[in-house]
Each structure stands twice: as structure tokens, then as C-alpha cells.
């Protein structure tokens, strides 16, 4: 059956750079995500990347994404106090991404000044 | 603009109310989701709508009726609900939810969700 795996804790320093891991099970994933939940809050979408590139880069955030390894990663650079929260990974599989997103549990991530 | 607004925000009620959580987006999307998340947990499916037909229903219990009145506008209909259905409620919309081949247009963008408390 399809998973996704990702830790559950990451603690680092202000300015230091965090890498979040996530490892999934379904060959077939097309579109893979990267979500944010601050305290209370909904899911915001940080960034996803199709399964047919290596790299993605957006400001701060770098995804890399291992397929024969089925290994994804969010690195953030120079990571702020703001940046405490959780972060989902989620992969889409089959045909479709119609309601067929695979959470991973979460990795809480802390900033400590 | 990305916005799903969900209302309302909280909602205490007891187990023998009836309440309706609204969820609305104003982005032309024509799949709209219900997600269930449990405090620590990842959110778990309950409902998808695509274009305005329900058509995934993850076995749900009955006391949980979705509605889906336009294309931008969903509810989650509640009657005689459990304390174990406290939860954060969160909706999500995506652009096109047919299937076949995923494009960028199946990206669910989520609410900040409805916290549900069943005394």
C-alpha cells in the first residue's frame, strides 16, 4: 500500500539551514508536496515538484527529489523563528490527484534563537 | 489569489445539535475536499466534490452530510455527532479534479480549517 514517511522532530538554531526528509512508496507518484501547518492554522502549500525533475528552487526553499530512491527533501535556508511549525510531505498517485493526496505524519520543526 | 475561507472558525456543540461547517472559494475550481485531522495526525480524506457531484466518500459515517450547493461553495452538514469527532475540519479546492493524467491544476490549496468540539 502506498506511504510516506518523514521524522518526527527536527530542531535547529536561527540562521542555520534545516533539511526535512520525507520517503514514499509509490512508483507511480507523479506531483509531490511540501505543506506547512503553523499552530492552530490550515495547510498551506509551500512548494511541490513533478516527479520527472530533480530540482526545485524557490527562494529559500530547495526540493530534491530522489525517485530511484523515492526520496524527497525540503531544505530551507537561513531558517527564521517563523519558520516553526509542521511540515507535511504528501505525495499524489495513480492517474489522478483527484482527493488521492498521501499525507506523511508531519515533521515538527523548532527554530530556536 | 488562493484563498479557501472556511467558517466558522470554532464550534462547540453537544451531541445532540445540528451544525453546519461552510467552506467557500471564489478561484473557478471544480473539486472541492473534506479533510478530518486529529490533533498530531496527518488530515484524512472524508469527501470529494467534482464539479459539484460527490465522488469519493471515504466511509464516512452518516452523522457527517456533505453538500455541495455551486462551484464554489461546500458545506459539512452535522447531526448527533460523537466526542471523538472533535477534530480541525479543513477544506481544500483544487482546480480540476478529474482524473487522469495529474496536471499542476489538481494542487489542493486548503482552509485554515474549523475547530469542532463535541461535549
Known amino acids: 500500500g502506498e506511504d510516506v514517511e518523514q521524522s518526527l522532530f527536527l530542531s535547529v538554531r536561527e540562521g542555520d539551514s534545516s533539511v526535512i526528509n520525507c520517503t514514499y512508496t509509490?512508483?507511480?507518484?507523479?506531483?509531490l508536496y511540501w505543506y506547512k501547518q503553523e499552530p492552530g492554522a490550515g495547510l498551506q502549500l509551500l512548494t511541490y515538484?513533478?516527479?520527472?525533475?530533480d530540482m526545485k528552487q524557490d527562494q529559500r526553499l530547495t526540493v530534491l527529489l530522489n525517485k530511484k530512491d523515492k526520496h524527497l527533501s525540503l531544505r530551507i535556508a537561513d531558517t527564521q523563528t517563523g519558520d516553526s511549525a509542521i511540515y507535511f510531505c504528501?505525495?499524489?498517485?495513480?492517474?489522478?490527484?483527484?482527493?488521492?493526496?498521501?499525507f506523511g505524519k508531519g515533521t515538527k520543526l523548532s527554530v530556536k534563537p | 489569489d488562493t484563498e479557501v475561507t472556511q467558517t466558522p472558525k470554532h464550534l462547540v456543540m453537544g451531541m445532540t445539535n445540528k451544525k453546519s461547517l461552510k467552506c467557500e472559494q471564489h478561484?473557478?475550481?471544480?473539486?472541492m475536499y473534506w479533510y478530518k485531522q486529529k490533533a498530531k495526525k496527518p488530515p484524512e480524506l472524508m469527501f470529494v466534490y467534482s464539479y459539484e457531484k460527490l465522488s469519493i466518500n471515504e466511509s464516512v459515517p452518516s452523522r457527517f452530510s456533505p453538500e455541495c450547493p455551486n462551484s464554489s461553495l461546500l458545506n459539512l452538514h452535522l447531526h448527533a455527532l460523537q466526542p471523538e469527532d472533535s477534530a480541525l475540519y479543513l477544506c481544500a479546492s483544487s482546480q480540476d479534479g478529474g482524473t487522469g493524467w495529474p496536471l499542476a491544476k489538481n494542487i489542493q490549496y486548503f482552509g485554515a480549517g474549523t475547530r469542532l468540539s463535541v461535549l
Open positions: 478561484m473557478g475550481h471544480r473539486a
Open positions: 509509490d512508483s507511480s507518484s507523479t506531483y
Open positions: 515538484i513533478f516527479s520527472n525533475m
Open positions: 504528501a505525495e499524489s498517485i495513480g492517474g489522478g490527484s483527484q482527493g488521492n493526496l498521501i
